[in-house]
């Protein structure tokens, strides 16, 4: 099975641009404003294949770190944004990705200016070109929202930029900018128009899902969604290491082993467009929040679409929240309905979200975690037979992490 790795980066994007927005302002779309410039730019610069989707993909989750950011400046008291720190960590971040060139440099200094005014205070030519061009799309987009200039003002930012091109990025960097920056690129960057540029410049990316690279993948979505949270940390992680030591138990395939750790990994992916004070409020959530909280399934589900082949990892991330008697959320469906991935899944996040410390409880050992399963599975919400069988599987790891696949699959 193949995973059109650029049309997945696409839908991680739309999550990074709702955090952008709700924690530090940005405009809507910004992240895929600024990999379509880059992405034109490298065409521009002549760049391959794969540089081009390095750079491009480097744009899109430039500020994949500002959910670790924000629970690290909440956590550790910081006064205001330290920009070395988002920096650092959106590198090492993005760098699990299966990249077919290097990209190092290009999130960590993506910040500086030519004049080494920047927060590494590196100069022009002491840091990736494609760092600059990135710098170059990225605050020209802030600083101008693109998404918003009238035409017939173009000119007019145009000459403001040549002006200054030290505020921006580098001086080459914004000329490869302004040569591409013209009317057409203007009107494709608006809001209507921005999820069909990015389709039409982003060059194709696949990878075979049984390769190492998904442990990568696995780990980049876990460290964007689980962070948004500290009560979260661990919480994709572990449902996806949990869901592949049950597809050893069951002896699936490779591809099948594969594509269910892949799911679990993106069923709350959703989670990135609720509000952090709704997820982490320490008592019970009123009827609002609940649907709220409800309607990240939705997002789940209709972020997948997108994805071609992706059909069944999409029903199993998206019906994670589901009940056997149709009490579930967001579709309602039945037993009927509910193929065995779809309840395992289902059974599993229960497992971690009720063993796991919240606002609401402390952590719960295994024989804990298992009554509250045991009673669902006799009041026939949630299958009974994978009950015994997480029961089984899970003993052992009582108030334990699971342990990554990836050590067991280097080789």
């Excluded at 994949?64 to 909440?74: G, Y």
Aim: charged share 30%; glycine share 6%.
């Amino acid at each position: 099975m193949k995973i059109a790795m650029d049309k997945l980066c696409n839908v991680f994007s739309r999550g990074l641009d709702l955090i952008e927005k709700e924690q530090i302002g940005a405009s809507e779309n910004h992240s895929m404003r600024v990999a379509a410039l880059c992405a034109v730019m490298g065409k521009k610069m002549g760049y391959d294949g794969d540089t081009l989707s390095a750079l491009a993909t480097c744009a899109l989750f430039h500020d994949n770190a500002l959910t670790e950011f924000h629970l690290s400046e909440r956590e550790l008291e910081l006064n205001g944004q330290n920009v070395i720190l988002h920096c650092e960590k959106g590198q090492s971040n993005v760098a699990w990705l299966p990249f077919r060139k290097n990209i190092d440099g290009i999130i960590l200094y993506h910040h500086e200016r030519g004049d080494g005014k920047g927060p590494f205070n590196k100069k022009e030519g002491e840091y990736p070109f494609e760092a600059a061009l990135l710098g170059a799309a990225d605050v020209i987009d802030v600083r101008s929202k693109l998404q918003k200039v009238d035409p017939k003002d173009l000119a007019a930012l145009r000459e403001k930029i040549k002006k200054n091109p030290d505020i921006y990025s580098t001086r080459n960097a914004v000329e490869v900018l302004l040569d591409i920056l013209d009317h057409d690129m203007l009107i494709s960057l608006r809001d209507e128009n921005i999820s069909q540029t990015l389709d039409k410049v982003l060059p194709h990316w696949e990878i075979d899902v049984c390769s190492s690279d998904v442990f990568g993948i696995a780990e980049f979505i876990s460290h964007v969604i689980d962070y948004k949270s500290k009560f979260t940390r661990k919480h994709t992680s572990q449902i996806a290491n949990r869901s592949w030591l049950m597809a050893k138990y069951y002896g699936y395939s490779d591809d099948e082993q594969a594509a269910l750790y892949l799911a679990a990994s993106l069923h709350d992916i959703g989670k990135i467009a609720t509000p952090t004070e709704v997820l982490e409020k320490p008592g019970k959530l009123n009827a609002q929040e609940f649907e709220i909280i409800k309607k990240h399934v939705w997002y789940t589900h209709e972020w997948l679409l997108d994805v071609p082949d992706f059909e069944l990892i999409r029903n199993w991330a998206a019906n994670h929240h589901e009940k056997l008697d149709g009490s579930g959320y967001s579709f309602g469906r039945k037993a009927d309905e509910l193929d065995f991935n779809s309840r395992l899944i289902a059974c599993l996040d229960i497992y971690q979200a009720v063993s796991e410390p919240r606002p609401y409880h402390d952590a719960r050992p295994h024989e804990s975690t298992m009554r509250i399963l045991k009673d669902m599975a006799a009041g026939g919400v949630v299958d009974g037979k994978i009950v015994k069988d997480i029961d089984e599987v899970m003993g052992t790891y009582s108030m334990q992490d699971i342990p990554s696949p990836r050590a067991e699959n280097k080789a």
